[in-house]
């Protein structure tokens, strides 16, 4: 029994290394956005292409996971996935201009696209469901690591050497991962024959055309790279496509991404209602905080990232108790609590000024990482309440594709709210201010709020099996 729990807290971090891995590069990349944006000689606001490009390539090819992994095995796609985003960042570590570093970006997020949703296929599998909740804060520990390390690491590499050093940091940890793989995952069982699924080629190229057709127009709108007719044509493109998709997933026995699995009411809830608070907290504020410190307030690389280390430092804070709340109080009543708090905390930031003590953006930064870890962690472990496990496959591919979008529209978000403000609060003068981030702060946090009244469909017994944990 002692191997067993040992083994129920071993797999979940191993199969967290893309979380981990992700959000290190994501939170590292966004400290050192201004000092990226200096070397290259560009506006900083147009490095947000080279994050979209990631999540876009994300999105993308995350609905081949779920094929992927039933083709040739879940331990086999997890470690050629993490091999490949460590090869796309070492690519990204020696670009030298914009347009490489997006290409470069686009091979990292081939390769993140299968990391998290399998990862997650593995963990269901192997984890009984008395254990999940457990599991599951394991789970999310090296996520929140990769989170607090991030920032400062940004900060620290750009301050002492160039910024290309920041996507080389993923190297190690990578080959490491796949390693702990290796040694603590089953290896795949051997397919018997004609078990393999033939993949759904025509449905993947709908939806992977209608992604990169919306997602990419989105990023590209209102940025004069391209004619307006082109940016306006990828996005009535993009839409044609997934309406087309949509129709075809329902006539095909096998769609590469069965939308199925939305009929799930708590799954439902859990990829839909949580869209905008993943939005808000892992697309739009990590992309706008940097920028709010170092060119609004001022701060130097280094010091904006370790201020930003404190929302990490709250969401791995609050892991130890997480568990012991899920049982308390409940799924539902966690959710729209932590979530109303969320969008409160985010509200404030917009209030930050040149004057503001240090100690009180810290505070609240904490505690906005706190409530942040409970929504998410609480999201996670809910959502496949309600799934049969031979459905877990699509299942973790679309709540990783709905993250995955979410991340990327927040940066689109983030980035034309604050260039839109920018504009109307001083159109005669180029760059960002302190005085342009307030209304940003205080839309994003309507759009917390906006999840809360989803969450409120929630009954508040589901879940109750997960909370019987031993």
């Known amino acids: 029994m002692k191997s067993d729990a040992l083994r129920y807290r071993i797999i979940p971090l191993i199969v967290a290394c893309p979380l981990f891995?992700?959000?290190?590069?994501?939170?590292?990349?966004?400290t050192a956005l201004p000092s990226i944006a200096e070397s290259l000689r560009i506006p900083v606001l147009d490095l947000n292409l080279a994050i979209a490009s990631y999540v876009i390539s994300l999105a993308v090819f995350l609905p081949a996971s779920a094929w992927l992994s039933e083709r040739f095995g879940s331990r086999r796609v997890f470690c050629a996935a993490v091999l490949v985003f460590s090869l796309?960042?070492?690519?990204?570590?020696?670009?030298?201009?914009?347009?490489q570093l997006i290409l470069f970006r686009l091979l990292q997020g081939a390769g993140g696209a299968m990391m998290v949703p399998v990862g997650r296929s593995i963990l269901l599998r192997s984890v009984p469901p008395d254990r999940m909740v457990s599991a599951m804060v394991w789970f999310t520990i090296p996520g929140a690591i990769g989170r607090m390390m991030g920032p400062f690491f940004g900060g620290a590499i750009v301050t002492i050497a160039s910024w290309h050093w920041i996507f080389l940091v993923n190297i190690p940890f990578g080959i490491l991962g796949v390693a702990m793989a290796m040694m603590f995952i089953d290896e795949d069982e051997?397919?018997?024959?004609?078990?393999?699924?033939?993949?759904d080629v025509l449905g993947l190229a709908m939806l992977g055309s209608g992604l990169l057709g919306l997602l990419g127009g989105l990023e590209l709108f209102g940025k004069?790279?391209?004619?307006?007719?082109?940016?306006?044509?990828?996005?009535?493109?993009?839409?044609?496509?997934?309406?087309?998709?949509?129709?075809?997933?329902?006539r095909h026995p096998k769609p590469i991404l069965d939308f199925s699995v939305l009929r799930f009411p708590?799954?439902?809830?859990?990829?839909?209602?949580?869209m905008p608070v993943r939005v808000a907290a892992i697309g739009a504020?990590?992309?706008?905080?940097?920028?709010?410190?170092?060119?609004?307030l001022g701060m130097s690389p280094l010091k904006s990232g370790i201020v930003t280390m404190f929302v990490a430092v709250g969401s791995l804070a609050t892991r130890a108790a997480l568990a012991y709340v899920i049982r308390r109080f409940g799924f539902r009543t966690l959710l729209v609590?932590?979530?109303?708090?969320?969008?409160?905390?985010i509200a404030s930031y917009g209030l930050f000024g040149a004057q503001t003590p240090i100690w009180v953006i810290c505070c609240l930064l904490f505690a906005c990482g706190l409530a942040t870890s409970?929504?998410?962690?609480?999201?996670?472990?809910?959502?496949?309440?309600?799934?049969p496990r031979d459905r877990a496959p699509h299942a973790t591919a679309m709540s990783s594709m709905a993250q995955q979008l979410s991340i990327a529209l927040g940066v689109v978000i983030g980035a034309s709210a604050v260039s839109f403000s920018s504009y109307l609060h001083h159109p005669e003068t180029q760059g960002l201010q302190a005085g342009d981030f307030p209304v940003v702060f205080a839309g994003i946090a309507l759009m917390t709020v906006w999840s809360t009244v989803a969450f409120r469909t929630l009954s508040p017994n589901d879940g109750n099996e997960l909370r019987q944990q031993r």
Do not use: E, W
């Not at 796309?88 to 347009?99: E, F, K, N, R």
């Not at 004069?224 to 329902?250: E, F, Q």
């Not at 504020?285 to 410190?293: A, D, R």
């Not at 409970?374 to 309440?385: D, E, F, G, R, S």
């Open 21 to 30: 891995l992700q959000n290190l590069d994501t939170s590292v990349m966004a």
């Open 88 to 99: 796309g960042s070492a690519l990204c570590g020696v670009a030298s201009t914009l347009l």
């Open 190 to 199: 051997k397919p018997t024959p004609g078990a393999a699924v033939d993949m």
């Open 224 to 250: 004069h790279l391209l004619p307006s007719a082109v940016v306006t044509g990828m996005i009535l493109a993009g839409t044609l496509a997934l309406l087309l998709y949509a129709a075809h997933c329902r």
């Open 266 to 274: 708590v799954f439902r809830t859990s990829v839909m209602g949580g």
């Open 285 to 296: 504020l990590p992309f706008l905080l940097p920028l709010l410190f170092q060119i609004g």
């Open 337 to 345: 609590g932590a979530s109303l708090i969320m969008a409160c905390l």
């Open 374 to 387: 409970m929504v998410m962690v609480t999201l996670n472990t809910v959502a496949y309440t309600d799934v």
